[in-house]
């Protein structure tokens, strides 16, 4: 399931986040992988799969920083047209130009549980979102050299792209603009939520064992 809707916020609010984004005081931290993609084998990342990310919404806890509230009332209207329950988690995400050539950041899925993942483009600019044919089981990991694509969708100011949320997929660095900004937030049921809770429970379990490690 992908559903694309434009102009999807109104215009003053959609220019009060480009506005925020675009500013020198918003808050992005850096992470080397904007996917999570793991390291490789020498533990090292890709060269240019780096990005920019503050997450806002965290649904354990509900909005977890003073940005929380000026994003609500967007997390709100997204949750209507997903037909979902609970917003359980909510972050922007940017990459910038890395040359004239199309890099793909490594696929991925956001959870394994059932849940509605959105994109919300912010600003005008290219680097496609790929969808691949597969969807990951709990017991196994895809075999990402087998990955065919099932859709591409183009960014575009203000739209909103709505799509299983276990279904892989990722992005692309921009080859013509400086930036790619956008909002990445899922949605579940309440049935849900129980297996969601233990799924956040294991992801906070992993990266504590995976920093002990590297101590």
Not at 18 to 30: A, N, P, R
Not at 37 to 65: C, K, M, Q, V
Not at 90 to 103: C, I
Not at 130 to 143: A, D, L, Q, R, V
Request: negative net charge; proline residues 5%.
């Amino acid at each position: 399931m992908i559903k694309i809707i434009d102009n999807f916020l109104t215009k003053s609010y959609h220019k009060n986040i480009l506005d925020l984004l675009t500013s020198i005081s918003f808050e992005w931290g850096y992470v080397d992988d904007i996917t999570g993609a793991p390291p490789n084998s020498n533990g090292e990342r890709l060269f240019n799969g780096y990005g920019f990310t503050h997450t806002f919404w965290d649904g354990t806890r509900g909005g977890i920083n003073s940005r929380a509230p000026f994003f609500f009332p967007m997390l709100c209207q997204i949750l209507d047209v997903t037909n979902c329950d609970l917003i359980w988690r909510a972050r922007v995400d940017m990459v910038t130009w890395t040359g004239k050539e199309e890099f793909i950041h490594p696929p991925h899925e956001d959870f394994r549980f059932p849940n509605i993942a959105t994109v919300l483009y912010i600003n005008e600019s290219d680097g496609d979102t790929i969808f691949y044919n597969e969807k990951p089981s709990m017991e196994s990991n895809p075999n990402y050299k087998d990955l065919k694509e099932y859709d591409r969708v183009s960014p575009k100011a203000n739209r909103l792209v709505m799509f299983d949320g276990d279904l892989l997929h990722t992005g692309c660095s921009p080859t013509k603009h400086k930036k790619r900004i956008l909002i990445n937030s899922n949605y579940i049921k309440k049935e849900y939520k129980e297996e969601a809770e233990e799924n956040h429970k294991k992801m906070i379990k992993n990266l504590q064992d995976n920093k002990n490690e590297n101590i």
